[in-house]
């Protein structure tokens, strides 16, 4: 999620100088020079710390999550510090020459990026060659993100298919990190173009100051670009985190840095205040901000706001300034490394669940975190340093050096391809298998097992189906049925019969109802009843608010509203519920937010009871750390047990709520999913989990039975 450019190096450690003073004369160049360095430039140490709270940011809140919930904000600090460096090289050359040499400076990105960057898309598109190492039915995901991120529009590969970043379930690719380094590359085609543009317009058409007019350019792009950002959170906020225009006012934040002399704070206490203001702003989003902030939206604007802080604070005085702090060997050690650290640490935690014995336990991520500095200095010193200033490339015109390229990037292209045509045919076979399996699945398989009478003898063997490396793909279709983020509309699906006088069920929770879809549709269509569903992302069918500020406890709250209101207003013979057990309540008003949970149930519940309409629903299923599968392709089912105290929740709030309820039904599979002890991945052949805590259609069909029978229970009421 970062820059860019910004690693090391000369140009990339050198600040803007002098940058409101016109130049009188305009030097005449080495011709192995780059325009951009017409004028003196000068090392800023703290930014290059500022890029090491950036990276750790990013690395710390992928390995603990739950640590550091706002860590995603490190990306934004670096499209600030890309904004005040590059435009301040292309300012320079301007001043200096009156153009910049377009072929020159992106040969220059190129030679600074791509060999790290596609060393590291060619490991992981080898890794996606191993069915060992990635799961089969991942494999058509993974290829395409691994092309999107070579050719750098990963992040409008993410947005056109509505990939979620801060709540992303499933599988993710090892590439998936890549977007931000799209984005930034397009932000090096488009910026220079932008600063020309204003530069012609002031020579040709208003016989201006060419700085002046490139200032007004870049500052109406920026809030043209916060305002369409705000909006479009607001409306789309999926895509909204990787489209372009959303961001480019972050990048805009730090070109005015560098275009206006003033910003550049030198007072020595507004340096002190402005420098530790920023950090302790960057902190605070770091640890406060969530999956479920609006963001990018308004709420970028702090961390946004607090990295140009410390890049306008420029007081060295003294050494407890945040300018000399950040100006520590350690931070710039890591500032230096941060561009290969970020390129490694997603792959590698991806990657290392399914390696064989390596496990979970904090010594094993700390040693990953560990293998993760090493590569990553390897990178920089045999990798970076060296192809940033090969001769091959730096002694011929610019246009050698973007074939080159060009060629490479093919070269990565054609070895992901390659990863799918050694997989294709086992792929094809996955699909077909899987379709058989829902149509026919054998006897006594899955929950049958447990449940079914007969079946307590049946001994499948090894056999694990779907199987490990094609469980993700076992899921509902009809996604559109399925409300995310901050979306608050109350999406109505119809399925089953249209016969007037069919019995009405209704569907409605969160991911936890979606994922019984599929085995709800088969059941309606078999018993001839008309299904209605309504799903909305971490968003059960609960009258009390979640304890999740801003506006996605708004939408949850505005959702459960508008389905209340449908629900209010047509007739049903029984609702479905089912939600996942960890879901933050607020606790305002109760004595802990698991009775408020009860309470809220109990209210939402009511609504239907009180017409005299039955409500069914279902203990939740355990929630793993981290999606079984990985372990269940390298080893034996038994040696991918859970505990049962570190995955099942106890004290589901559903439990509580059902308790004594009358035309209230509780299905509690507790006993399928785990023993006294321990909980299990796979349960009668079947594959029980798709991600670390949602069911594959497969294993949630054979509890139809008994999702059938308390359905036709309740209805006879």
């Not at 910004?6 to 600040?15: E, I, M, P, T, V």
């Not at 000068?42 to 550091?68: K, S």
């Amino acid at each position: 999620m970062h820059s860019a450019d910004s690693r090391s190096g000369a140009d990339s450690r050198s600040g803007p100088q002098n940058l409101g003073e016109p130049v009188a004369t305009r030097p005449r160049l080495r011709s192995d020079r780059s325009p951009e360095h017409a004028e003196p430039s000068r090392f800023l140490p703290h930014v290059q710390g500022l890029r090491a709270i950036a990276v750790l940011f990013v690395v710390l809140y992928h390995f603990w999550p739950a640590r550091l919930p706002g860590g995603y904000v490190g990306v934004d600090i670096f499209f600030v510090i890309s904004g005040f460096l590059i435009t301040g090289h292309l300012m320079r050359e301007l001043t200096a020459t009156g153009t910049v040499k377009l072929g020159q400076f992106w040969a220059r990105r190129a030679r600074r990026l791509l060999p790290a960057s596609l060393l590291v898309l060619l490991v992981c598109a080898l890794v996606a060659m191993s069915p060992y190492l990635t799961p089969t039915s991942a494999l058509p995901n993974e290829v395409q993100e691994i092309v999107a991120s070579t050719f750098y529009v990963q992040n409008w590969f993410l947005a056109f298919t509505s990939a979620d970043y801060l709540n992303h379930g499933g599988e993710p690719t090892t590439v998936q990190h890549y977007w931000s380094l799209s984005l930034e590359e397009q932000f090096y085609v488009v910026w220079p173009l932008l600063m020309l543009l204003a530069a012609w317009v002031a020579v040709k058409w208003i016989r201006g100051n060419v700085r002046r007019t490139v200032l007004i350019t870049l500052g109406a792009v920026s809030v043209a670009s916060f305002v369409f950002c705000v909006v479009f959170t607001l409306t789309n906020p999926a895509p909204a985190y990787f489209v372009t225009f959303t961001r480019m006012w972050q990048f805009g934040v730090g070109a005015m840095i560098a275009l206006v002399p003033m910003l550049r704070v030198r007072n020595r206490w507004l340096s002190f205040v402005l420098g530790w203001g920023g950090v302790l702003v960057l902190l605070f989003v770091a640890f406060r901000f969530d999956g479920q902030t609006p963001f990018p939206g308004y709420m970028a604007a702090l961390p946004t706001l607090g990295a140009a802080a410390i890049i306008a604070a420029s007081n060295t005085e003294r050494w407890w300034y945040p300018t000399r702090v950040l100006s520590l060997r350690p931070a710039q050690f890591i500032g230096d490394i941060s561009y290969s650290l970020y390129l490694w640490h997603w792959p590698l935690i991806v990657i290392a669940p399914s390696v064989p014995f390596w496990g979970l336990t904090i010594y094993h991520r700390v040693a990953l975190l560990g293998i993760c500095f090493v590569l990553a200095w390897l990178t920089k010193r045999f990798v970076e340093d060296p192809t940033r200033s090969w001769k091959v490339l730096t002694s011929r015109p610019a246009k050698v050096t973007l074939w080159t390229s060009l060629a490479a990037m093919l070269v990565v292209a054609l070895t992901a391809g390659g990863a799918w045509a050694v997989n294709a045919t086992t792929y094809r076979d996955g699909v077909t298998t899987l379709a058989q399996l829902r149509e026919d699945p054998p006897d006594c398989f899955g929950a049958a097992s447990v449940l079914e009478p007969g079946c307590e003898t049946t001994d499948f063997g090894d056999s694990i189906l779907p199987a490990p490396g094609f469980a993700g793909v076992d899921r509902p279709g009809d996604e559109q049925c399925f409300i995310q983020l901050n979306d608050s509309r109350a999406q109505q699906c119809d399925f089953g019969s249209d016969a007037p006088d069919a019995p009405r069920i209704a569907l409605v929770g969160d991911s936890h109802a979606f994922q019984l879809l599929s085995t709800m549709q088969r059941i309606a269509d078999a018993e001839g009843w008309h299904l209605t569903t309504y799903f909305k992302g971490a968003c059960p069918w609960n009258a009390t608010p979640l304890s999740t500020p801003g506006a996605f406890g708004d939408a949850c709250s505005d959702w459960r509203a508008g389905v209340q209101e449908s629900l209010d207003a047509q007739e049903f013979d029984a609702v479905f519920t089912a939600a996942i057990a960890t879901t933050p309540y607020s606790s305002a008003g109760y004595g802990s937010s698991y009775d408020a949970a009860v309470a809220g149930y109990r209210e939402a519940w009511s609504t239907m009871t009180d017409r005299g309409i039955p409500v069914v629903t279902v203990v939740d299923n355990p929630v793993w750390e981290t999606d079984p599968n990985k372990c269940l392709r390298t080893r034996d089912a038994t040696e991918c047990n859970g505990a049962r105290a570190d995955v099942l929740v106890d004290n589901d709030p559903l439990r509580g709520a059902a308790d004594g309820q009358d035309l209230v039904t509780l299905l509690d599979f507790t006993d399928v999913y785990c023993d006294d002890e321990v909980c299990a991945p796979v349960v009668g052949g079947a594959n029980i989990y798709r991600d670390q805590d949602h069911l594959t259609v497969t294993f949630a069909d054979s509890l139809a039975p008994q999702i059938t029978g308390a359905l036709r229970e309740a209805m006879t009421r």
